[in-house]
Antibody, heavy 120, light 107 residues
Framework: QVQLVQSGAEVKKPGASVKVSCKAS????????IYWVRQAPGQGLELMGV????????NYARKFQGRVSMTRDTSTSTVYMDLSSLRSEDTAVYYC?????????????WGQGTLVTVSS | DIQMTQSPSSVSASVGDRVSITCRAS??????LAWFQQKPGKAPKLLIY???TLQSGVPSRFSGSGSGTDFTLTISSLQPEDFATYFC?????????FGPGTKVEIK
């Protein structure tokens, strides 16, 4: 079945960077976009951006441009989200989610989430 | 960015009750609207997309309606497993944005 498995929790200091991975299985990796969404503790959901694993093209939300980088490794069917210059407000659970159908904009399924804690 | 609002922010209901949640977009999103259910410590689950299409495997007690700027999620007969937080999300304009959520609690 289609599955997205994310890397484990991270603790980082302010100013550092974090790299979260999302390993896909159960489908043709290059056929579906992967989105990254984050959720601060007790808060709502926020889209960070999207990557097309086929060519590696990306589109980032304006809020994160300059600080986020999304890449992929087709040999391992893995997508990565790199966030730099971390601050306490970046403490959140980070999710990857697949485009549900080709050319659709719906998110399903989702990874299990990765908690990133930014603290001095 | 398109702003999404939801009402109410929380609702207390009993098993068997009919519950409706409203979502409003700051501009026309046509039918590019999805609803998600999220339980504590879990990832969101897609319930409805294109405003009214039920995702595969989702019980028929869930339904969605609306277009343009005003949308509604209805649970016709609340079940114990439905106590959760519900989010709407617009997919008309990037960056796709989410509502703040509605928590459905046990009365």
């Amino acid at each position: 079945q289609v599955q997205l498995v994310q890397s484990g929790a991270e603790v980082k200091k302010p100013g550092a960077s974090v790299k979260v991975s999302c390993k896909a299985s159960g489908y043709t990796f290059t056929s579906y976009f992967i989105y990254w969404v984050r959720q601060a503790p007790g808060q709502g959901l926020e889209l960070m951006g999207v990557i097309n694993p086929s060519g590696g093209t990306t589109n980032y939300a304006r809020k994160f441009q300059g600080r986020v980088s999304m890449t992929r490794d087709t040999s391992t069917s893995t997508v990565y989200m790199d966030l730099s210059s971390l601050r306490s407000e970046d403490t959140a659970v980070y999710y990857c989610a697949r485009q549900w159908l080709k050319a659709s904009k719906w998110f399903d399924p989702w990874g299990q989430g990765t908690l990133v804690t930014v603290s001095s | 960015d398109i702003q999404m609002t939801q009402s109410p922010s929380s609702v207390s209901a009993s098993v068997g009750d009919r519950v409706s949640i409203t979502c409003r977009a700051s501009q026309d999103v046509s039918n590019w609207l999805a609803w998600f259910q999220q339980k504590p410590g879990k990832a969101p689950k897609l319930l409805i997309y294109a405003a009214s299409t039920l995702q595969s495997g989702v019980p028929s007690r869930f339904s969605g309606s609306g277009s343009g700027t005003d949308f509604t999620l209805t649970i016709s007969s609340l079940q114990p497993e439905d106590f959760a937080t519900y989010f709407c999300q617009q997919a008309n304009s990037f960056p796709f944005t989410f509502g703040p959520g509605t928590k459905v609690e046990i009365k």
